[in-house]
């Protein structure tokens, strides 16, 4: 079975400051996909980074930076200087040989002007 | 139009109506799919449809039924629902039922009285 687990539900910071969102998830697959989105108040999923299982390679886009660690089976995701555009749930969602997208429960971002 | 557009954005119906949810994608994509995303609850995969086909029912009620004409398109239809129907429905596509990244449209607020 796969998991994905968002420990945090809820997380508020002041503007500027950086943010970290814990993804950790569980495969028996040695070949899967990992990823994030981001939901805006308006209710549609923006897709964020796609990871797949062979490649640890970090990622930094603009602000927005993901760790993956296979040894620990995360893949964790910063924004850094958060802004105020950056309040929204954030999901981690993992993809193993079912083809199933198994979401996290999200992490809630409030950032405070 | 470009990306996954869904409507009516917001559906307030009774237990004893039919309405239907209607999805399109402008993006050339082959696959489809329909989440229910309840309050506090992860996404969860409804239907799939590749090439016009179903490929996976996750359980999903008989008052919940789903239409694909074509891969552009994707309909649920919904008789007789039940308060706890009440969700965020979220219409997604991608290139591929197995790897790609899914890309999704804003969602409709059905509320079910």
């Known amino acids: 079975a796969q998991k994905v687990t968002q420990a945090q539900t809820e997380i508020s910071v002041v503007e500027k400051e950086d943010v970290t969102l814990d993804c950790v998830y569980e495969?028996?697959?040695?070949?899967?996909?990992l990823f994030w989105y981001k939901q805006p108040p308006s209710g549609e999923l923006v897709f964020l980074i796609r990871?797949?299982?062979?490649?640890?390679q970090n990622e930094i886009s603009g602000r927005y930076s993901w760790n993956f660690q296979k040894s620990t089976s995360s893949f964790n995701f910063t924004i850094t200087a958060s802004q105020v555009v950056d309040s929204a749930v954030y999901f981690c969602?993992?993809?193993?040989?079912?083809?199933?997208?198994?979401f996290g429960k999200g992490n809630q971002v409030v950032v405070i002007p | 139009e470009t990306g996954v557009t869904q409507t009516p954005r917001h559906l307030v119906m009774g237990m004893t109506n039919k309405k239907s949810l209607k999805c399109e994608q402008h993006?050339?994509?082959?696959?489809m799919y329909w989440y229910k995303q309840s309050a506090k609850k992860p996404l969860e995969l409804m239907f799939v449809y590749n090439f016009k086909e179903q490929t996976e029912n996750n359980s999903v009620p008989s008052r919940f039924s789903p239409e694909c004409p074509n891969s552009s398109h994707l309909f649920l239809h919904l008789h007789t629902l039940q308060p706890e129907d009440s969700a965020l429905y979220l219409c997604?596509?991608?290139?591929?039922?197995?790897?790609?990244?899914?890309?999704f449209g804003p969602g409709t607020r059905l509320t079910v009285l």
């Open positions: 969602a993992l993809r193993g040989g079912n083809n199933r997208l198994a």
């Open positions: 990871r797949n299982s062979f490649d640890e």
């Open positions: 997604a596509s991608s290139q591929d039922s197995e790897v790609s990244e899914q890309f």
């Open positions: 495969t028996r697959d040695t070949t899967y996909y």
């Open positions: 993006l050339g994509h082959n696959a």
